[in-house]
DNA sequence: GCGCAATGATTATAGTTTGTAATGATTGTC
DNA sequence: GACAATCATTACAAACTATAATCATTGCGC
């Protein structure tokens, strides 16, 4: 009697795989839409820091996404290359990289938005309205029981969960 | 005008970005129980499905995983090294290794079965059971309508979707 | 005002992880 | 009995990461 050397040890998945599950089917839709516009996630979140609040340095930035300078300045580099934002010198410190989004960078901010209310609805397509409503509920409920800040995903650098029981 | 350079564009999250993060967080936090064990996620993959049925091939296991037969030797070579399984000659194929799991193979993936019970209940600590089900309701109803395949995990070697609105 | 530690950005570098291609052994087929 | 196909392995190059060294600039103590 070993146990479970046989079938499937459970049969309905529990919430824990079912969210990490769904979570990442979410994550890489969207993704998918970010590499439309020719953007990597974290090219995203930079880009939606600099619109936040333009003129900080790239090592403030960096330390808000929990990146090294030394990939700061590579992330930086492609979305100037891209047009996105520039450098611009600091006349109180000569030493700082103050960013700032171009006019093209706002219009991609824009479109980021409206490809993220796209991916919204699409994820949730198979949801009622009231359903959508009671889901966010549970799961604005878990992220404050389990400790996670609002609105910051907690996966700028990392990998994930695969499989599992 | 430009719209949204000011505050925050969405105050309240949507159900996309709450599932990629809490998803992520139950991703880390089952990863770093399996890593108590010593075991990487996909070390957890391949010994279910050893688990699940003995005596398969490398190349076999790989495709269900995704994965190269280059990078299955690296894996069977670290499962082998921990003495969870063993590489067995088929005698109806020389070419083929045939993979079985050991007695501490067995005992480790009751082990991941157990650490994964608590994981569930640790991450769902903070609903009420009837929540919980309805979570788990509204997940499965999405795995059905998004097309994925219930109980196989997106993301052996993905990475991930950071931030986002 | 001078010397020097500290800071922001950058570059150099090494470690890790990944997939692709070449190799070797074995099988099945014509 | 030769030859293409298959399984496993090894060799190798590409992508990505963090750490440390470098350079310019700033702020401070004296």
């Given at each position: 009697m070993?146990?479970?050397?046989?079938?499937?040890?459970?049969?309905?998945p529990g919430a824990a795989f079912l969210l990490s599950q769904v979570g990442m089917?979410?994550?890489?839709?969207?993704?998918?839409?970010?590499?439309?516009?020719?953007?990597?996630?974290?090219?995203?979140?930079?880009?939606?820091?600099v619109g936040a609040?333009?003129?900080?340095?790239?090592?403030?930035?960096?330390?808000?996404m929990g990146l090294p300078p030394s990939r700061m300045v590579a992330f930086v580099d492609e979305?100037?290359?891209?047009?996105l934002l520039e450098r611009r010198a600091n006349p109180d410190d000569r030493r700082v990289r103050a960013l700032y989004l171009t006019a093209?960078?706002?219009q991609t901010l824009e479109a980021v938005m409206k490809m993220s209310a796209e991916h919204e609805k699409e994820l949730t397509?198979?949801?009622?309205?009231?359903?959508?409503?009671?889901?966010?509920h549970l799961l604005s409920r878990m992220v404050e029981e389990q400790g996670l800040t609002p609105g910051v995903h907690p996966g700028v650098s990392v990998l994930d969960g695969p499989k599992e029981l």
């Open positions: 070993g146990a479970d050397t046989s079938g499937d040890h459970m049969v309905v089917h979410s994550s890489r839709l969207w993704r998918e839409r970010m590499g439309e516009l020719g953007l990597d996630p974290r090219h995203v979140v930079l880009l939606r820091l609040e333009e003129g900080r340095s790239q090592l403030a930035l960096g330390n808000q979305l100037e290359r891209l047009g093209k960078g706002r397509s198979g949801l009622s309205e009231p359903q959508v409503k009671r889901l966010r």
